[in-house]
């Protein structure tokens, strides 16, 4: 082969990986999506919010549960399982991504499935 093409594809692959998607999770931070698609940063920010505050759902229809739908609507999380099935298609190509989305979901337990 050319010594310029393989020189190319080594440069492309590693500039490929220093670009790629992943998912920062400091302590005590929300979670990021760094150099990942703008809709993907948007569902690991929602995703993160909709535990959050479901966590904090007593059931007991108090003016802090009934805060906390209001909450819950505004962020779409019903819609979380429709959106997680709509990126892994939209991104089943894309090994960095998919990684990132399964993470976000195993890692606030999320139940999609």
């Not at 999770?25 to 909709?50: A, L, Q």
């Not at 966590?55 to 609507?73: H, K, T, Y």
């Not at 190509?93 to 606030?108: A, F, L, N």
Request: proline letters at 2%; charged letters at 25%.
């Amino acid at each position: 082969m050319h010594r310029g093409f393989i020189l190319g594809l080594i440069w492309f692959f590693a500039a490929s990986a220093a670009n790629a998607c992943e998912l920062k999770d400091e302590k005590g931070s929300v979670p990021n999506g760094v150099n990942c698609p703008n809709d993907i940063r948007v569902f690991i920010d929602r995703t993160f919010k909709c535990q959050h505050f479901a966590a904090e759902i007593n059931g007991d229809n108090s003016l802090r549960d009934r805060q906390v739908n209001e909450q819950l609507m505004k962020l779409k999380c019903e819609e979380l399982k429709a959106d997680y099935a709509h990126m892994n298609k939209k991104y089943a190509s894309d090994v960095q991504v998919i990684t990132v989305i399964q993470k976000i979901i195993d890692d606030y337990t999320i139940d999609l499935y």
